[in-house]
């Protein structure tokens, strides 16, 4: 339905999938694939915090139905059964995410068993319970299986035809929940779940939304997909409740239990993105505004601190809601503590305390390849450790036994393997979590390899043709390691110059220090016919990982 107000909610849904819809324009590299898990985590949040606010909107709904249920129980029964059809399209949802990663991340016999067609028979779903998170799936970029379970081209060969499924399940879903509500309501209430065709401006044509949904979209996209879906469920069902509560004359109501709640959107922040929070009490009266005081940076606070100075004052609610909105910068943990004071039946304020925290995090995303994880030796090699749900103050990276591992702050090290042959090391990574206790988060081995040898050149060139003049105004020898990821500086500190001249035999023969040929030698080549050999051999070059030996020179008089 349209041509309602959208609520924040819904336009917060809405950013999340046009930022999906646009990773899914990018070619799929594994720094996409990440960021992919970084919104479904974002999504599976929100989708917790629907939840729960859900939740207590029903105990409220109970509570009055508790107290005058003549005039409540009607609209109660109708809340139930908006949750009761609700939760079970949740699960069909998370059912088919459950299916498409066993089928699509196993990819054997035995995962047919627990592949099952959503249908109305509930005892044919199993529920999956090998809970794997999507980060550490490893067929987060294939397609071929998710399409085949879902279908979008609805194929005869194939048995299984999610998509179609889930669309007729969404019409069902709308239909019965509009039966819930009054004319009204049904023109002005905003429902998700839109299955219609849609245009798609690259191909340009009119798609049915499986094909444009579906088609050729890889594993973790799907996930990410699916769980906007369920979002738009745990949506509908918050905004029917809470229509379904508002026919009620809440004047001729009692509330017999109250009780402070925070429910902030995530608990987890972009730096730069607001931290937003719904903070209510579960029973509430729309005619009155509660007075809310918030002390950041702080998880406790006292009674007599309400009317401090640097205390926040929010008198502003919406049906019984504060928003409490403060803008993020710096990265971290934290917290805020506050009262929200409510007016009791005899007209006084009461307090009601409540306490949260949330994380700031950097929009950054971590991408790692196994088969190229190396550090040099006897040189300093940059190494970075993150986790998904820890900012980086939380992390340790450890181990790196046969070198020197330095912190550098912002979860960045700095590893000098020592000079042994040592062929690998391995490292560790653990995070502190909220209790103080410490986790695992995995073992990472890399390969320790020497710097490769630089290239040495005399006169500019280290093969060809060389005039005498060029020896004469360029005599000397550099040392480069080329097509290196570090930018390491070598110098030539030993080398012996042979010259040859045809029949007059072996001009020059001297062993050199330092990378500069001597005067001598450059008269002796002025003497030497045209085509004698200037040979450059035992050449050493120093550099931050100690001297090594360079490849010969072998030159040409023109």
């Known amino acids: 339905m349209s041509g309602g107000k959208e609520t924040p909610r819904q336009k917060m849904i809405g950013m999340m999938y046009l930022f999906y819809t646009a990773l899914l324009a990018l070619n799929v590299s594994a720094d996409i694939l990440n960021a992919f898990v970084l919104v479904n985590d974002s999504m599976t949040q929100t989708n917790n915090n629907f939840g729960k606010k859900n939740e207590v909107l029903m105990i409220a709904f109970a509570n009055q139905n508790m107290n005058n249920p003549k005039k409540v129980k009607p609209y109660y029964d109708k809340a139930k059964e908006v949750k009761r059809i609700s939760d079970i399209l949740v699960a069909d949802i998370r059912h088919v995410i459950d299916t498409l990663i066993i089928v699509t991340e196993f990819d054997s016999e035995f995962t047919q068993d627990f592949v099952f067609e959503v249908g109305d028979d509930r005892d044919t779903i199993i529920d999956f319970a090998y809970n794997i998170p999507v980060a550490f799936l490893k067929a987060k970029d294939k397609f071929n299986t998710p399409m085949r379970l879902l279908n979008p081209e609805h194929k005869i060969e194939y048995s299984y035809d999610l998509s179609q499924r889930l669309k007729d399940k969404f019409a069902a879903y709308n239909k019965a929940i509009l039966n819930m509500l009054s004319d009204e309501d049904k023109k002005t209430i905003q429902l998700g779940l839109n299955t219609e065709e849609v245009y798609n401006s690259i191909a340009r044509e009119w798609q049915d939304w499986e094909y444009n949904s579906f088609y050729h979209t890889v594993l973790v996209a799907d996930i990410v997909l699916l769980n906007k879906y369920v979002s738009e469920v745990l949506n509908t069902e918050a905004e029917v409740i809470g229509t379904l509560y508002s026919y009620i004359d809440a004047k001729s109501l009692k509330f017999d239990a109250i009780r402070a709640a925070v429910i902030p959107v995530s608990n987890v922040v972009i730096a730069g993105s607001d931290y937003e929070a719904d903070i209510f009490v579960a029973a509430y009266s729309a005619t009155e505004i509660p007075k809310v005081s918030?002390?950041?940076?702080?998880?406790t606070m006292s009674i007599s601190e309400i009317s401090n100075d640097g205390i926040i004052q929010i008198h502003e609610a919406t049906n019984g809601i504060t928003k409490f909105k403060v803008k993020t910068g710096a990265t971290g943990e934290f917290t805020y503590a506050g009262y929200i004071q409510m007016k009791d039946a005899d007209g006084n304020y009461k307090p009601y305390y409540f306490n949260s925290s949330y994380q700031v995090i950097k929009p950054t995303a971590t991408v790692s390849a196994d088969a190229v994880n190396v550090v040099y030796r006897g040189i300093p090699n940059p190494l970075s450790a993150s986790a998904p749900g820890f900012t980086n103050d939380k992390i340790r990276l450890g181990g790196g036994s046969g070198g020197k591992l330095v912190s550098k702050?912002?979860?960045?090290?700095?590893?000098?393997?020592?000079?042994?042959?040592?062929?690998?090391?391995?490292?560790?990574?653990?995070?502190?979590?909220?209790?103080?206790?410490?986790?695992?988060?995995?073992?990472?081995?890399?390969?320790?390899l020497p710097v490769p040898p630089a290239t040495v050149r005399l006169a500019g060139i280290n093969e060809g043709s060389v005039s005498k003049g060029a020896l004469k105004s360029q005599g000397f020898l550099t040392a480069k390691i080329e097509n290196f990821l570090f930018d390491l500086k070598s110098t030539v500190v030993e080398f012996r110059i042979m010259v040859t001249g045809g029949s007059r035999g072996m001009l020059v023969n001297k062993k050199v220090k330092g990378n500069k040929i001597p005067a001598d030698v450059i008269k002796k080549i002025y003497k030497a016919p045209k085509g004698s050999m200037v040979l450059v051999n035992s050449i050493k070059t120093r550099g931050k990982d100690g001297i090594k030996e360079a490849s010969s020179i072998t030159l040409t008089l023109k």
């Open 409 to 448: 702050g912002g979860g960045h090290y700095m590893f000098t393997p020592d000079r042994s042959r040592r062929k690998d090391v391995k490292f560790s990574v653990n995070a502190t979590k909220g209790d103080g206790s410490t986790q695992n988060m995995g073992s990472f081995t890399f390969r320790v």
């Open 294 to 299: 918030i002390k950041t940076g702080a998880d």
